[in-house]
């Protein structure tokens, strides 16, 4: 939040949520994401926030509400490189 600013972590945050719930495509993403902020890097920690999020569902016992955040990681690794 202190990186990118409250008002750009709540967009970016609800944004990837949203994407990653709707299962977009990594390409489409990216370009969404360089409209708000100057690199779709500067918003890999927030792609972690959503991934462990979901993984504490997980241990819950709840049904996660994002696409197969296992293989989330993989991809996340290599989009933000």
């Known amino acids: 939040m202190q990186k ?4 750009v972590f709540e967009e970016v945050y609800d944004y990837l ?3 990653r ?3 977009a495509s990594e390409t489409e993403i990216r370009e969404c994401l360089e409209k708000v902020v100057p690199r779709a890097s500067d918003c890999f920690e927030v792609d972690q926030l ?3 999020e979901e993984q504490l569902l997980i241990t819950m016992g ?3 509400t ?3 955040p296992h293989q989330r990681t993989v ?3 290599q989009k933000f490189k």
């Open 66 to 68: 994002l696409q197969d």
């Open 62 to 64: 709840k049904e996660p």
């Open 50 to 52: 959503l991934y462990f």
């Open 21 to 23: 719930h709707q299962n």
């Open 17 to 19: 949520k949203r994407a």
């Open 75 to 77: 991809e996340n690794k």
């Open 4 to 7: 990118l600013g409250a008002q």
